[in-house]
């Protein structure tokens, strides 16, 4: 929101970065969240589902912004969009409950009080719940929450490998999403079609991913994982070399495959500590590398600018192909079909 009282790009640049900070962290946190309140044969589903309202979100804001900026200029486009969200955060606090894992290893009589108000709204009677069942997990439990367990009985490099590849690729989704209307702006496109580039890369999202939330389950993941990410260097390296020509059609045509070849990884990954893990470790190694997105998706949104202002348009997309190679070389680091492994009590 503060953009919109900037003077020069310094200071754009400075707010950008800081704004990365929040966008990037918020979207794993809520999928985690999303996940964590979800029933157990529906979890994929709704993952799925919250998944893809992210880009419908991004691409109305687009839609928005085509209509708001020869009305209110660029800063409207910051004023209206920051401003929505801080409406937003008030509902969101009243609304929206704590995640309950965070709540029971909270050893608070609060946290107890409102795990027992959470479960009363989902489930109406469900009577009094013992501080016992929720604050003191058994010894099982304690193994399984701790992290040398991923990194016991032959697991380290498939632990190695899942972190890598979801830290590298929300790295590159999320710094070119954070900043493809900046840089079409910058090579030449009229800054009134900037916002078409995120509804057309969000749109091809959404579109990829209808089919590929049905066959995911039945494919190879690391097979498709592998595809993809070879799909998206080819894309970044088409981007780098036709950005400068103002060939606009072949390069919104390169921006929407990006929404396979760079952002499909997203749904693919809901599947990967899955095909990696034993059911026995399997809820803490989901936990380490959703973290692991996280910090990918942070520093992706932050970075772009630097990368932009240091390299150009041209080397901003040929700098997108450095985490897509680095997620490739960790995706054939991870071990499959792992047997089940005894977690010791």
Known sequence: MFIAYATNVDQILVLRFIAGLGMGGATPVLLALASEYSPQRFKGTVTTGVL????????????L?????????????????GGFPLLLLFVMYFLLPE???????????????SIQKILNKISPGIGEIKAKDLLQPNKTQQQKAKLAI???????????????????????????LSWLPTVLKQAGLAPENAPYASVTVNAAFILFALPLAYWLPKLNTAKILTFMLITGLVIVAGLGLFIESNQWGYIFALIALAGFGIGGQQLALNYLVVAAYPTQVRATATGWAIGMGRMGAI?????????????????????????LVLAL??????KYRIPQVQVDA
């Open 65 to 81: 912004a085509v209509k708001i900026l020869p009305v209110l200029g660029w800063q409207g486009i910051y004023l209206i969009g």
């Open 329 to 334: 070389c960790c995706v054939f680091l991870i």
């Open 52 to 63: 893809l309202a992210l880009p419908a979100g991004a691409m109305l804001g687009g839609l």
């Open 150 to 176: 991923l990194f016991q009985n032959n697991l380290a490099r498939t632990t190695i490998g899942v972190w890598g590849t979801y830290f590298f690729n929300w790295i590159a989704w999320f710094m070119l």
């Open 99 to 113: 995640s309950l894992e965070y709540l029971a290893q909270n050893n608070k009589s609060s946290s107890l009080s």
């Open 299 to 323: 520093l992706g949104s932050a970075i772009g600018g630097i990368v932009l202002t240091q390299y150009g348009v041209s080397g901003y997309f040929y700098a997108l192909g450095v985490p």
